[in-house]
């Protein structure tokens, strides 16, 4: 399964940007994946930011994503998408999409597979 990640910019400060996560690769129609959005900002670990089942009825985000941050999927498109609002300077990182096989983690180290990465800048 290969993950490519895309959308990301420079906004200001209550902007929104939408963020794509494009799966590709036999296997991937083969197993059921939950996808999650996790960040990594400049100096600091990596953390999880939203997450969806494979059929998109549950959902799942830190508190720093409640209320501003939707994700979102179409399994037809293969492509999962996270539309941020509001957008603060504190969301400032690269943005990275990932899958995995079962249920939903919010752990970056059960997932499987990983996008390269789109970097989400906000100014002030």
Do not use: H
């Amino acid at each position: 399964v290969q993950l490519q990640a895309s959308g990301g910019g420079l906004v200001q400060a209550g902007g929104s940007l939408g963020l794509s996560c494009a799966a590709s690769g036999r296997t991937f129609a083969s197993y059921t994946y939950t996808t999650g959005w996790f960040r990594q900002a400049p100096g600091k670990e990596r953390e999880f930011v939203a997450g969806i089942s494979w059929i998109g009825d549950r959902t799942y985000y830190a508190d720093s994503a409640k209320g501003r941050f939707t994700i979102s999927r179409d399994n037809a498109k293969r492509t999962a998408f996270l539309q941020m609002n509001n957008l603060k300077p504190e969301d400032t990182a690269v943005y990275y999409c990932a899958a995995k096989r079962g249920p939903y983690s919010a752990y970056g180290s059960d997932y499987d597979y990983w996008g390269q990465g789109t970097l989400v800048t906000v100014s002030s």
